[in-house]
């Protein structure tokens, strides 16, 4: 029996589902000794802490640099422990989200990892096409896929189950959470952790109206003393402060949206836009894009899962024997999806 699963390998998370369910979601991140550069833990543990390691002096890496893998020994143990939440199964086939502009030589190598860890059969899919048919959508679609990851924004111009435009710009969450991190910094000279800046970014963020008013309680570090530090924060005090990024973001789109071929356009804006990835939670996201654009913008439900659940939803329908593996299958998920569904 095959067990099917599809793999997010995310820069702030990688997340395992199959048809049914999310199956393992761990921080993309490990715990190395400064000293000897030996992987310690992986995942929560390595950020929470591991009661079973002695205490050492380690450092918390993530497998990416700009967005880009650049670390395969990290990479390989994220991926290991990954797959080995599938548990005993007879053969696992996996179809995994690569970056759009990775080349072959890199995919290959996480192909590779893969098949190591236990995958005896590996495809692999554009990010922001996974995205849209997690969302519920045919790869059949014409609309633009706008999925917003945490360091990363991937986008892909869909018609008649072709992808027109492929595009990977590093403007993701993070520079969001960052915009608030600087914004406290400049108000009272305080210093205070990503973390917290996300908490703030998701409780009282916003970029559109509507959101109600409210105020939250936040820990910091006054960057001359060195003291601890408590003060109230609210929906009011972060107006404005997500300019920066936020034009960004909305001038890749545009740039996007100006390629569409003459022959498509009609068809892909009458759908418009579908947001996803974690960075599409932000308050007023899309309203304030349809407002900006002047055509539809449709945020998904969940839309950080979207990405794995595609993969999972695109494995249900590949054919149970194949010549492909170990490759890039988007282009072939349009003629996979139709031979399942006439069946």
Same mark, same amino acid.
Request: hydrophobic share 40%; proline share 4%; aromatic share 6%.
């Given at each position: 029996?095959?067990?099917?699963?599809?793999?997010?390998?995310?820069? =702030?998370?990688?997340?395992?589902?199959?048809?049914? /369910?999310?199956? @393992?979601?761990?921080?993309?991140?490990?715990?190395?000794?400064?000293?000897?550069?030996?992987?310690?833990?992986?995942?929560?543990?390595?950020?929470?802490?591991?009661?079973?390691?002695?205490? &050492?002096?380690?450092?918390?890496?993530?497998?990416?640099?700009?967005?880009?893998? @650049?670390?395969?020994?990290?990479?390989?143990?994220?991926?290991?422990?990954?797959?080995?939440?599938? *548990?005993?199964?007879?053969?696992? !086939?996996?179809? $995994?989200?690569?970056?759009?502009?990775?080349?072959?030589? &890199?995919?290959?190598?996480?192909?590779?990892?893969?098949?190591?860890?236990?995958?005896?059969?590996?495809?692999?899919?554009?990010?922001?096409? /996974?995205?849209?048919?997690?969302?519920? @959508?045919?790869?059949?679609?014409?609309?633009?896929?706008?999925? $917003? *990851?945490?360091?990363?924004?991937?986008?892909?111009?869909?018609?008649?189950?072709?992808?027109?435009?492929?595009? !990977?710009?590093?403007?993701?969450?993070?520079?969001?959470?960052? /915009?608030?991190?600087?914004?406290?910094?400049?108000?009272?000279?305080?210093?205070?952790?990503?973390?917290?800046? !996300?908490?703030?970014?998701?409780?009282?963020?916003?970029?559109?109206?509507?959101?109600?008013?409210?105020?939250?309680?936040?820990?910091?570090?006054?960057?001359?003393?060195?003291?601890?530090?408590?003060?109230?924060?609210?929906?009011?005090?972060?107006?404005?402060?997500?300019?920066?990024?936020?034009?960004?973001?909305?001038?890749?789109?545009?740039?996007?949206?100006?390629?569409?071929?003459?022959?498509?356009?009609?068809?892909?804006?009458?759908?418009?836009?579908?947001?996803?990835?974690?960075?599409?939670?932000?308050?007023?996201?899309?309203?304030?894009? =349809?407002?900006?654009?002047?055509?539809?913008?449709?945020?998904?439900?969940?839309? $950080?899962?979207?990405?794995?659940?595609?993969?999972?939803?695109?494995?249900?329908?590949?054919?149970?024997?194949?010549?492909?593996?170990?490759?890039?299958?988007?282009?072939?998920?349009?003629?996979?999806?139709?031979?399942?569904?006439?069946?």
């Amino acid at each position: 029996m095959v067990t099917k699963i599809g793999l997010d390998l995310g820069y =702030a998370n990688i997340t395992l589902s199959n048809l049914t /369910a999310e199956v @393992y979601r761990e921080p993309s991140v490990v715990l190395v000794d400064k000293n000897t550069r030996r992987i310690l833990s992986v995942g929560s543990r390595a950020i929470l802490g591991d009661e079973s390691l002695p205490s &050492q002096d380690g450092l918390l890496v993530r497998p990416f640099k700009n967005g880009l893998l @650049y670390s395969s020994d990290i990479t390989r143990e994220i991926i290991k422990n990954a797959v080995s939440a599938v *548990g005993k199964a007879e053969k696992i !086939r996996c179809v $995994i989200s690569l970056p759009s502009d990775f080349v072959p030589k &890199q995919e290959n190598e996480v192909f590779q990892m893969l098949n190591e860890a236990g995958v005896a059969e590996c495809f692999s899919v554009k990010p922001a096409v /996974a995205a849209i048919i997690g969302a519920g @959508y045919s790869p059949d679609i014409s609309c633009v896929s706008v999925n $917003i *990851g945490a360091s990363v924004t991937e986008i892909a111009v869909m018609h008649e189950g072709q992808v027109l435009i492929s595009a !990977r710009e590093q403007i993701g969450g993070e520079n969001f959470d960052k /915009a608030v991190k600087q914004y406290i910094f400049d108000q009272g000279d305080m210093t205070v952790s990503l973390l917290v800046a !996300r908490t703030i970014k998701e409780s009282l963020g916003a970029v559109w109206h509507g959101r109600p008013s409210e105020t939250i309680e936040i820990d910091g570090t006054l960057s001359m003393t060195g003291n601890k530090i408590r003060m109230s924060i609210s929906t009011e005090d972060i107006v404005g402060v997500f300019e920066k990024p936020l034009k960004e973001l909305l001038r890749v789109i545009a740039n996007a949206v100006k390629k569409i071929p003459v022959n498509a356009i009609e068809a892909v804006l009458e759908n418009g836009i579908v947001l996803s990835g974690g960075g599409a939670e932000l308050f007023g996201l899309d309203s304030m894009m =349809a407002k900006v654009f002047e055509i539809p913008v449709t945020k998904a439900n969940k839309p $950080i899962d979207c990405v794995s659940k595609g993969l999972a939803r695109i494995n249900s329908f590949i054919p149970v024997k194949t010549r492909m593996n170990n490759k890039n299958i988007t282009s072939m998920l349009s003629k996979y999806y139709n031979s399942k569904n006439q069946k």
